[in-house]
């Protein structure tokens, strides 16, 4: 596991420069277990980074329990930002609860209401914002940097985890006892909002379970992108 300790060590790094040099800084965690490692790591070295949760509406029962989890273990409470109330009314009486199921442009209008606009709140007055996405997670992130100039938002975003595989994440669970969402023992390993979100098969990508119905290569709610294009926004130098 030597390369991992080297993974975890440099991953120790960006935390600790990040708190130093760009606070304040926020970690806008799904709950789900790539996010876990980073709350533990941010929580147990008391690091001065705060974190932050996009409460959609629409998340399954067992996410919504890791905020207890989380609170238990730690004795820290994610700050929830949520989508405007009028967004949400006015998008289900024009178009109907589960729109999204009928175009991509119909699913990213949702994900832009529930998601995309709570986190330009989240993210106001702050110099950096942290992510938990891997380069391995799927064809939209191969290309992921560690830190990257994001202009849109007008802050550093970091991606800690961009070189951890699947096995690195799940070692660093277990080793430290750190609790997950139970989802992922029933075969989801990316988990989003309930009704876009579902089981895997074996062999297959592990974010096939996220908008199942779409082409891969739209997979992305709209958080990672730039002026609605899949594309990598400037790695900083």
Request: aromatic share 8%; proline share 4%.
């Amino acid at each position: 596991m030597s390369d991992f300790q080297e993974r975890l060590a440099a991953t120790k790094a960006t935390l600790d420069k990040i708190a130093a040099d760009y606070a304040p800084a926020v970690f806008a965690s799904s709950l789900a277990a790539e996010d876990m490692v980073l709350t533990d790591l941010i929580l147990r070295n008391k690091l001065n980074i705060s974190i932050f949760s996009l409460e959609t509406g629409r998340l399954h029962a067992e996410t919504l329990g890791m905020l207890d989890k989380v609170k238990e273990t730690y004795g820290t409470e994610i700050r929830l930002f949520k989508p405007e109330a009028a967004a949400v009314e006015a998008y289900v009486s024009q178009h109907g609860l589960n729109a999204f199921y009928d175009s991509v442009e119909m699913r990213k209008e949702c994900c832009r209401i529930r998601k995309v606009e709570p986190l330009k709140r989240a993210l106001a007055g702050n110099k950096a914002w942290i992510t938990g996405q891997r380069r391995a997670q799927s064809a939209t992130r191969t290309e992921l940097a560690i830190q990257e100039d994001d202009a849109t938002h007008g802050l550093q975003k970091f991606n800690p985890l961009a070189d951890w595989s699947e096995e690195d994440v799940w070692h660093y669970l277990r080793s430290n006892n750190v609790p997950y969402n139970p989802l992922h023992d029933k075969g989801y390993p990316s988990i989003g909002c309930e009704p876009c979100t579902r089981a895997i098969q074996p062999g297959e990508d592990v974010r096939a379970g996220r908008w199942w119905w779409e082409n891969p290569d739209s997979k992305e709610c709209g958080l990672h992108v730039v002026d609605g294009k899949l594309v990598r926004i400037k790695q900083a130098v």
